[in-house]
């Protein structure tokens, strides 16, 4: 599966509990809920994900933990405050960097409309381009 499909179903299944739960609740609930919808639309889910990494020689054992990991592919970073604050997408950015990932997302729960408080974060990614999303492309040069 694409990594832009893998992120489609993320957001749509965000949406969706968004919808059902509404803002306001701790962010381990949301993470329990978008794990458990995921895994039941087939994408391979890890919660609470351990990472190790080495920094100029120094081994750090769980250095730090992804909210979530999809498809060993998308990594999202979960929240549920009432607005993000520019440090969260810098701190996605550098899980991705540590894991050599391209794409993650930060979905903050705490919004009114969810859909402000969802932000994708690329390191060094060239989107796939479904065809649906070609046709407003110009070819001309």
């Not at 992120?7 to 609930?29: R, Y």
């Not at 894991?99 to 729960?109: A, M, S, T």
């Not at 859909?115 to 989107?127: A, H, L």
């Amino acid at each position: 599966m694409e990594i832009d499909d893998v992120t489609g179903i993320i957001i749509d299944t965000a949406l969706g509990i968004h919808k059902g739960l509404g803002p306001g609740l701790l962010e381990s609930v949301y993470e329990m809920v978008l794990a458990n919808k995921l895994e039941h639309r087939g994408l391979t889910v890890y919660r609470q994900y351990p990472v190790d990494f080495e920094y100029e020689g120094i081994s750090f054992k769980e250095g730090f933990r992804l909210d979530l990991l999809i498809e060993n592919k998308v990594i999202i970073e979960l929240k549920s405050v009432e607005k993000l604050a520019p440090v969260h997408g810098k701190q996605l950015l550098t899980y991705m960097r540590l894991l050599k990932l391209e794409v993650g997302l930060l979905i903050n729960f705490g919004e009114a409309f969810i859909k402000n408080g969802i932000k994708r974060v690329v390191n060094n990614y060239t989107p796939s381009a479904p065809p649906r999303l070609r046709v407003n492309q110009n070819d001309e040069k």
